[in-house]
């Protein structure tokens, strides 16, 4: 069975300083996907990961993947409120295999 | 890019009472839907897998007789919740997993929001 754990599960920030969300996961997994949830509103995507050592980014995000270790990770660089959202990494294990969530990171970025 | 529509976004019924959730794939055709459920500050479930023209398959501990899923088109897959109770309240996601052209990626729904009273 694949388990999907993240950690930290709640991460109170101050805006300009960095951090990282993990998320490692139990079986081998054909990719991986990071995205935001604001409160009351359904998943937006950041993205996808498909093979050891992608890096993608986008502004303040970087996402990161290591297939061996099983495990990705979020780093925010220098946090802004706007980023203050739910988190949740998701891995699915074949490609027509429904995804597995993490519990979610709840991010608040505070001045 | 690809887009998925939930109706209604939002539906409030009485105690046993059905409602039904429509969750359309907009610009693409999907042989495979997926229903989540999630609990206010709790991560999404995987209710069940819907494949068009077939019987879904859903998770170990989801009710078959209690959420009907039908997928009858390859643009639309609904879900039903018959005799609502309180505990059945939260927020429905679909999702729908697009063909080649997109990669097979899946595509997530704006959600359901679902009030039992």
């Known amino acids: 069975e694949l388990k999907v754990e993240q950690n930290p599960l709640f991460l109170s920030m101050q805006e300009g300083k960095n951090y990282t969300i993990y998320c490692n996961y139990s079986?081998?997994?054909?990719?991986l996907y990071w995205y935001r949830q604001d409160p009351g509103k359904s998943l937006e995507s950041l993205f996808v990961?498909?093979?050891?050592?992608a890096v993608k980014q986008e502004g303040r995000l970087m996402a990161s993947l290591d297939t061996k270790a099983r495990l990705s990770t979020l780093h925010i660089t220098a946090a802004v409120h706007d980023l203050s959202a739910t988190y949740f990494c998701a891995v699915a294990l074949l490609i027509n295999t429904p995804l597995v969530f993490g519990k979610g990171t709840r991010l608040s970025v505070i001045a | 890019g690809a887009v998925v529509s939930q109706h209604p976004s939002w539906v409030i019924c009485k105690s046993g009472t059905s409602v039904k959730i429509e969750c359309r794939s907009l610009?693409?055709?999907?042989?495979?839907m997926f229903w989540y459920r999630q609990f206010p500050k709790q991560s999404l479930m995987l209710m069940a897998t819907?494949?068009?023209?077939?019987?879904?398959?859903?998770e170990q501990g989801v009710e078959k007789d209690k959420f009907l899923i039908n997928h009858a088109s390859l643009t639309l897959s609904t879900l039903t919740v018959t005799s609502a109770h309180p505990e059945d309240s939260s927020f429905y996601i679909c999702?729908?997993?697009?063909?080649?052209?997109?990669?097979?990626?899946?595509?997530f729904g704006p959600g359901t929001r679902l009030t039992v009273t």
């Open positions: 999702s729908a997993r697009a063909g080649l052209a997109y990669g097979y990626e899946q595509y």
């Open positions: 610009d693409f055709q999907a042989t495979t």
């Open positions: 819907s494949n068009e023209g077939s019987k879904a398959t859903y």
């Open positions: 990961l498909l093979s050891n050592g």
């Open positions: 079986t081998t997994s054909d990719r």
